[in-house]
């Protein structure tokens, strides 16, 4: 009787306990439990890779943005900012899991462009001077590829979209269709070289922007909506940011060195490896992509991330972009600020190998940091203004 009496309350005391205290010895569980998940993912932490000493860089945005990775330990990440209006790099940081001696993702274009990608093909759109940010299309489906059914007119094309809202929140149905009305194949080749695809940009070590031109209405749709022939680095997406914020002029990045590195004589150094740059776009076409930017950061996919920024009294454009490629799942972010007279463009990208890690919550580092110095720098002339008037 003491035997049965003592199983009973046993069994009682076992099934009333949480399912963790049930289960905390089995090897299986303590795997998929989040506790666990949390250090296993802290024990393997990658690599940061900061500029060297002798690049003239913003060494506190950059290793902010190291931290702000090792956070999000994606498989591969990268940060790069440009000066809009010379193409200096201002700030990089470079992310590595597995820590790879060799292997820099800022410079590699092994990446897929995806939906960043729709700068080039809206500015041809543009530029044809057939196409406004008013044209309205309807459309279905293309969310995950572009098709034959989706490109013709169907019954099933209930939903309705202009060109700006299209930008946006990245409808690539739509883009495809005007890209097959209103492009041909060597128009949309030709502009995606103007952008610097095919052609290098003049920094040592920055492997080339992969395009190729297309063959057919259904494969200038796709490439149109950024699903082919496209493949781009970090440091050349955040050229293309700063091309649209600049007015349409090309910019070539390059690295401001400081005296007493690397040469005898850095202002040469520099010459060598500065290039003057071109009109890729008109200042109009320019412009209509800046205000589609804006509205992707205000209304559209990058709102999710950004949309506070704007009442900081900050303008902050973007285009976000995701896509399957090179066996990893890429996240990219692309813009640019407008900080008082200074124009900066940054990208970044979160590739990760088994399932997507967006780039917004790093993007939103990188815009806190310059609200931060913003800040700093208004204070110290107010504060210089107050010592002026009491002398």
């Known amino acids: 009787m003491g035997r049965t009496r003592l199983i009973a309350i046993l069994l009682c005391l076992f099934t009333s306990m949480p399912a963790f205290a049930r289960h905390h010895r089995h090897r299986h569980y303590r795997r998929h439990h989040r506790h666990y998940r949390h250090r296993h993912r802290i024990a393997h932490r990658g690599l940061i890779i900061l500029p060297s000493p002798q690049k003239n860089v913003d060494r506190a945005w950059s290793l902010s943005m190291g931290l702000r990775f090792r956070r999000a330990n994606p498989t591969y990440g990268a940060f790069v900012a440009l000066d809009a209006q010379t193409g200096r790099i201002l700030a990089m940081a470079q992310y590595d899991r597995y820590r790879k001696s060799r292997f820099r993702p800022a410079f590699s274009a092994r990446f897929p462009a995806a939906s960043v990608f729709k700068i080039v093909s809206t500015s041809a759109l543009l530029s044809t001077d057939k196409v406004f940010p008013w044209t309205r299309v309807c459309y279905h489906g293309g969310r995950a590829s572009i098709n034959w059914y989706i490109l013709r007119h169907s019954r099933l094309d209930r939903h309705c979209r202009n060109l700006q809202q299209a930008f946006a929140h990245s409808t690539n149905a739509i883009l495809a269709k005007l ?102 776009i008109s200042a109009k076409v320019a412009a209509e992509l800046q205000k589609m930017m804006r509205e992707t950061t ?36 692309v813009c640019f600020v407008r900080t008082g007279n200074r124009d900066i463009a940054f990208s970044v990208l979160s590739a990760n190998r088994y399932h997507y890690r967006k780039s917004g919550p790093v993007a939103i580092t990188a815009v806190r940091y310059l609200l931060k110095k913003q800040s700093e720098s208004s204070n110290k002339l107010s504060e210089s203004a107050n010592k002026k008037t009491r002398l």
């Open 179 to 280: 890209a097959v009305r209103f492009l041909s194949n060597t128009m949309i080749y030709k502009t995606a070289k103007l952008f610097g695809f095919n052609m290098r940009l003049g920094l040592p070590g920055l492997a080339v922007s992969r395009t190729h031109k297309p063959r057919g209405r259904l494969e200038r749709a796709r490439m149109a909506a950024g699903f082919i022939f496209s493949h781009i680095s970090p440091i050349h997406a955040a050229v293309l940011a700063a091309i649209v914020a600049n007015g349409g002029n090309m910019v070539y990045p390059h690295w401001d060195v400081r005296p007493g590195h690397a040469t005898n004589n850095p202002q040469k150094y520099e010459k060598s490896h500065r290039r003057r740059g071109y009109r890729v």
């Open 298 to 333: 205000a209304r559209g996919t990058a709102a999710k991330y950004l949309s506070w920024v704007q009442r900081k009294g900050m303008v902050v454009g973007c285009k976000t972009g995701t896509l399957t490629g090179a066996g990893l799942k890429n996240s990219w972010m």
